[in-house]
């Protein structure tokens, strides 16, 4: 009984193993079933997502202009990057800022609705005033970095991604701006070399083709020299990079068919939005 029980054992543990291998595999299948999924937009959005999977090098097409990858690797010990990448006359950006009031990933979604995807933005103090210059929708906040840092700016439709010691926002009609400290990229060579602790990062920066990307890690991410020297040297072909506030603040939302959320661990004042041209 003992020997005949066994082989019946072993017979039982050989047809779970293979039923468990059926099981993921068919869990593959559908995860990728699901990709491929249009669903409805956002309550008060027109955004027609592109029904599509991943393409070889990892970045799917969510929309004509907008691209989505979900694990681009660092080459630092601690994880990988989400990065979105948003043709600028195809998608709108905006600042968006409650001086005083800080919201949550879910209340940012209930106060815009419609978005198709946003970051957190600048620093802030205590009182949840942020730090250095903000500009939404022509209306400017708080007071620039004169020397460190940069900005992230739209003039005249177009984005600009420079340091503050250039004095970006001194000329022209601003619409949009946020900065943050430090600049990671310059010309597309590392820009900050300081050594310095791991930590949740997030990121504006812009390549070669003017296209924006926004860039957070989802866990634990490399030091701000890891950060800088990783972007400048990836194949993402960045011009300019800037890191805005991480830590318990980095926040990071994109609409797709599987919605990308990264909630921050605090509540946020600041917002760098995207939104769909109408």
């Known amino acids: 009984m003992r020997s005949g029980g066994g082989q019946v054992s072993l017979v039982a543990r050989s047809i779970g193993a293979v039923a468990l291998l059926v099981l993921l595999l068919c869990a593959c299948q559908m995860r990728n079933a699901v990709l491929t999924l249009n669903p409805l937009s956002p309550a008060g ?21 907008l691209e989505l990858h979900r694990s681009l690797a660092t080459g630092s010990l601690f994880g990988q990057a989400n990065a979105l990448r948003v ?4 998608f709108e950006l905006r600042a968006h800022y409650v001086p005083g009031e800080a919201r949550t990933l879910d209340a940012w979604l209930t106060a815009l609705p419609g978005v198709t995807a946003f970051i957190n933005a600048n620093f802030f103090d205590r009182d949840l005033r942020i730090n250095g210059l903000l500009v939404a929708d022509g209306v ?9 840092g940069g900005t992230f700016l739209l003039r005249d439709g177009l984005p600009v991604l420079l340091p503050n010691s250039e004095r970006p926002w001194g000329s022209g009609v601003l ?16 820009a900050y070399r300081r050594s310095g602790p ?10 070669r083709q003017g296209r924006v990307l926004l860039l957070a890690t989802p866990l634990l991410g490399p030091s701000l020299a890891e950060m800088a020297a990783w972007l400048a040297s990836s194949d993402l072909e960045i011009e300019s990079a800037l890191n805005l506030d991480g830590g318990g603040s980095t926040m990071f939302y994109v609409y ?6 990264l909630p921050s661990l605090d509540p946020v004042p600041a917002l760098l939005a995207v939104w769909q041209v109408t």
Do not use: C, I, K, Y
Request: net charge positive.
């Open 175 to 190: 619409r949009q701006a946020v900065q943050g400290f430090p600049m990671l990229v310059l010309a597309g060579q590392p």
């Open 45 to 65: 959005s027109t955004l027609a997502l592109t029904p599509t999977v991943p393409a070889a090098n990892g970045w799917q097409e969510l929309a004509p202009g």
């Open 256 to 261: 797709a068919a599987v919605p990308l959320r």
């Open 198 to 207: 791991p930590a949740r990062r997030s990121v504006v920066a812009l390549d």
């Open 87 to 90: 043709a600028p006359h195809l």
């Open 140 to 148: 400017s906040h708080g007071h620039p970095w004169l020397s460190r």
